[in-house]
């Protein structure tokens, strides 16, 4: 029995470049093929068309892609998916779903019971949190809620002996005009027990070749931000992997890969400050060598850690600072203030690390002032800044504040749903005319940032290319010359 899993296309639709290696897929590759089910991942956000530089404005406004592609069944995503389906042939295609990409799901659901009607089945977050709805589509036949690394394979081997899988914990349909479905079981807290994600696996393993450094060390957060519906799927808890089985994946990844940059995916890296010490201390003893960058809070950091984790090779760290109201990050319950977001990444810079930094416009309990306060850190702070648009996630608090007070009515308009969405509107205290005055003006202090610090970098990087590109017999001599450029750039960026 062959198994088809997706990684859905979001960024990709609205050419936008986020090019990573999705970890839940690989995972659950790596489980499925263990207990003997021949598996591929299709990453559809894969993208090797190189698109202009990225700014927030740029962001944001291609969303209108993203909605127009949903009605485009010629758009080239679409179409090498069915090459895929049509050269691989699974008989099961699984679908790792959020809020954001389920109509891409679903798009792609169809496409798939018209080449040949393989058996169709969605997990992730948003059949965890909405799963009548996501099986209620007539070309969805099962989903899977909460974790698959126990339930996926049990359902496989179900239908591998021609036997219903209905009864699994986790595993939901849509029977004789009603939804059946058993709760999933609690997860697993032995994440050290999990095989490394399956990177072979990939279809086009040799395009993601720079795209393969991606690893997890732990799941979960313990916050309890109320635009997040973490905590309320999780209870906050966080399972942690070993340190010891972290660097074991970072020196596989190293050896059969050659990648030495290393990206951590955890919701937030510096919960359990010992451990990232220890695994800091294991990179550093075992002289592995290698750059690396995470997420954190702005509230996390302390000069301590901050130089344990630039002698490991951490060149950059992401904080979700949110906002620059004080007022605000109470009601968010983010849990620091504005000073505290001010100094961390203050001692960020001072330890020789890129911070970068994320914020959210629109907040239902929003004013005018609390979101010029947001423009003003943007532009006090004076690091690259991802802008978000508030977006009231299903199972958070936030989204259940945004139906009391009639801010969300009838069922949500998934294709507006994204983070970089400019439909998004969710806000009571501003009218729409200031809003989007407001959202212009936070999208261009942000990209004024970018432009400025990362212009000449970008220009640099983007020569250097070329040269090789055409062969040149001085590319080694202008690459030589051009990193000693970029390393000046990079000097000043953390000057600043």
């Known amino acids: 029995m062959k198994i088809l899993l997706v990684n859905p296309p979001v960024n990709r639709l609205c050419d936008n470049e986020v090019n990573y290696f999705p970890l839940g897929l690989g995972y659950l590759a790596a489980i499925t093929n263990r207990a003997g089910f021949e598996t591929r991942i299709y990453n559809a956000e894969l993208e090797t068309q190189k698109p202009p530089i990225l700014t927030n404005r ?45 109509l891409p799901c679903l798009k792609m659901a169809e496409d798939a019971k018209k080449i040949y009607a393989p058996i169709v089945v969605i997990g992730g977050i948003h059949p965890t949190i909405l799963p009548e709805e996501t099986v209620r589509s007539k070309n969805v036949d099962y989903i899977i809620a909460g974790d698959g690394e126990k339930s996926f394979p049990a359902f496989l081997k179900a239908l591998a002996e021609k036997k219903e899988p209905l009864g699994i914990p986790g595993v939901g349909a849509w029977r004789d005009g009603g939804f059946v479905f ?86 937030m890296l510096l919960v359990n400050k010992k451990r990232i010490h220890e ?88 004013t005018e002032r609390d979101i010029r306060d947001s423009i003003s850190l943007i532009r006090e702070l004076n690091v690259s800044t991802n802008i978000n648009t508030f977006t009231p996630y299903p199972k958070s608090d936030l989204y259940d504040e945004c139906i009391r007070s009639g801010l969300i009515k009838g069922n949500m308009d998934w294709a507006s749903f994204s983070q970089h969405s400019p439909h998004n509107e969710f806000i009571r205290e501003v009218s729409h005319e200031t809003y989007r005055v407001l959202l212009d003006e936070m999208l261009t202090a942000a990209d004024d940032i970018i432009t400025k610090k990362h212009s000449g970098l970008f220009n640099h990087l983007k020569r250097t290319g070329e040269i090789w590109h055409e062969e040149n017999r001085n590319a080694f001599r202008f690459t030589k010359v051009m990193l000693g450029k970029i390393k000046t750039k990079f000097k000043q960026v953390l000057s600043e």
């Open 58 to 102: 740029r962001r944001i406004n291609n969303h209108g892609l993203f909605i127009k592609s949903l009605e485009d069944d010629s758009h080239r995503v679409w179409l090498e998916f069915r090459e895929v389906m049509k050269k691989l042939r699974p008989d099961i295609v699984g679908f790792s779903g959020t809020s954001a990409s389920i």
């Open 279 to 366: 695994i800091c201390e294991l990179i550093i003893g075992q002289k592995l060598n290698i750059t690396w960058g995470a997420f954190t809070r702005a509230d996390s950091v302390d000069k301590e850690t901050l130089a344990v984790l630039k002698a490991s090779g951490c060149r950059s760290l992401s904080a979700g600072v949110e906002s620059g109201s004080d007022s605000t990050l109470e009601k968010i319950n983010k849990g620091y203030t504005r000073e505290q977001a001010i100094n961390g990444v203050r001692l960020i810079k001072e330890a020789g690390i890129i911070p970068y930094i994320n914020m959210i416009i629109g907040f239902p309990h929003e």
């Open 182 to 267: 058993t709760p999933p079981e609690p997860v697993d807290r032995d994440i050290d027990s999990f095989p490394f994600p399956d990177r072979d696996s990939l279809v086009n393993l040799d395009k993601h070749k720079n795209f393969l450094q991606a690893i997890m060390t732990s799941r979960g957060c313990p916050y309890n931000c109320t635009f997040c519906s973490g905590r309320n799927i999780t209870g906050g808890l966080v399972r942690y992997r070993s340190p010891e089985n972290v660097v074991a994946e970072i020196k596989f990844l190293k050896d059969r890969y050659k990648t030495n940059h290393i990206m951590f995916y955890d919701d």
